[in-house]
């Protein structure tokens, strides 16, 4: 039987076949300070579906006090997202005609164990991951390319509003 040789991984050798991103400690840039507790690196990876372009994409999240200060939703798409090396707590509050302020009244959380696809349908709020313990979590997330710049809506919670986070 003949046999065929493993190669190493590389840009210019995998170019021809398709693209590839390593999600977790990406070398790739960053919409912030890499140091920050929240890391957002975009647009990772472009295939094409039909038409479309959805951008894979790596969340950091950093260990953190388990406070939702602020929320996002975006108006035309949903988000994919998947913790890939520690489990997650993911929060949602319901889409609503209440673009000005995020309904903290109705937010869930819920525990996302690594390695589960979570989708977030288009105008329900959230937010960036917390990771279930003093570790950090890579959060695999798929949105269409630049949808961060042309539909995300960002919205701090006033302090007072703000809800903890309590795992039982």
């Known amino acids: 039987m003949k ?3 493993v190669r190493p991984l590389s840009v210019e050798k995998f170019h021809p076949y398709g693209a590839y991103a390593q999600l977790i400690n990406p070398d790739a840039i960053a919409t912030g300070p890499k140091d920050a507790p929240i890391v957002f690196y975009r647009d990772m990876v472009l295939p094409e579906f039909c038409g479309g372009t959805p951008a894979f994409s790596t969340c950091f ?5 388990q406070v939702i ?10 988000e994919v997202s998947m913790p890939l ?3 997650a707590l993911v929060w949602v509050a319901p889409a609503g005609a ?8 109705d937010i869930e959380v819920f525990y996302v164990p690594r ?3 979570v989708m977030i349908r288009p105008g329900v709020w959230h937010h960036a991951a917390f990771p279930v313990n003093k570790k950090p979590v890579n959060m695999m997330i798929v949105l269409p390319e630049r949808c961060y710049v042309n539909d995300c809506c960002c919205i701090a919670i006033p302090k007072a509003d703000q809800r903890k986070i309590c795992c039982r």
């Open 85 to 87: 090396d520690n489990d």
């Open 61 to 65: 999240c950093d260990a953190r006090p």
């Open 115 to 117: 390695g589960t696809v």
């Open 69 to 78: 200060e602020c929320g996002e939703f975006h108006n035309h798409t949903c």
């Open 3 to 5: 046999s065929v040789e």
């Open 98 to 105: 209440c673009t000005d302020r995020v309904p903290v009244e």
